[in-house]
Nanobody, 121 residues
């Protein structure tokens, strides 16, 4: 199971760090991604990381502002979100899949419950 946490209410320009922890398994040989879904919109890719080699990829909308990373000792993936904008408001989900990262949500088999991020202007 995946457990996402760290969401909250912040003002534009502020930062948040989301965490995604796995229970009952390690992330070894998995890719872990963050997706988000705003009200009335489709779920969209945010960022992903290959656990084994740390390679990452990002949506253009968050490049330079968000950083995905992993802590192998804690079996946890983080999404550091800086310079937040109101358009970043969404429920953020972490997901995992065996193999390399994918930008499509259908490529992920395991999903966390989501954490709400709200950015006020």
């Amino acid at each position: 199971q995946l457990q996402a946490s760290g969401g909250g209410l912040v003002q534009a320009g502020e930062s948040l760090r989301l965490s995604c922890a796995a229970s009952g398994r390690t992330f070894s040989s998995y890719a872990v991604g963050w997706f988000r879904q705003a009200p009335g919109k489709e779920r969209e890719f945010v960022a992903a990381i290959n656990w084994n080699d740390g390679t990452t990829n990002y949506a253009n909308s968050v490049k330079g502002r968000f950083t995905i990373s992993r802590d192998t000792a804690k079996n946890t993936v983080y999404l550091q979100m800086n310079s937040l904008k109101p358009e970043d408001t969404a429920v953020y989900y972490c997901a995992a899949r065996q193999g390399n990262t994918r930008v499509f949500s259908a490529g992920y088999n395991y999903w966390g419950q989501g954490t709400q991020v709200t950015v006020s202007s």
